[in-house]
């Protein structure tokens, strides 16, 4: 995956196989970028910033079936991040292998407006960065 708005495939050797400019349409909610991605169990898992972090809205987790004869799939909303102590950007997913745990670091604090920072919400003096920790069925 490459960038931040469109996810690409590539080969071994570096060469772009597949390329999506445009992975949120249709979707039920507007997202403007991808905040990361993982495979676990089956299924590709997705963080988009389809929350709004000025109006406190959380962002959310999407899963499409990894097929790798598709050249595409659904994606379904499984998880607002409602939990989270204040809305923010998520920057990692992942999931354990040994105990099958997801795990997503998330960003709070700091303003990001377009992609930019732009200082500080009210209340902090940097950025904080958190891990959340889930059990997955």
Known sequence: M???TAPCVYDRQGALLVANETPFDGMAAAANHIGDISVHDGFLYITADDG???AD???GLWQVTADPLASAGEAVRVKA???FRRAGEIEG???DPATGEMVVLSNRGKRIVLGMP???YPGYDR???ELYIYRVR
Do not use: N
């Open 118 to 120: 732009k200082g500080l």
């Open 2 to 4: 490459s960038g931040s």
């Open 81 to 83: 991040f409602s939990d």
């Open 93 to 95: 997913l992942d999931f």
């Open 127 to 129: 950025e904080i960065h």
């Open 52 to 54: 709004d972090a000025e």
């Open 57 to 59: 809205e959380p962002d």
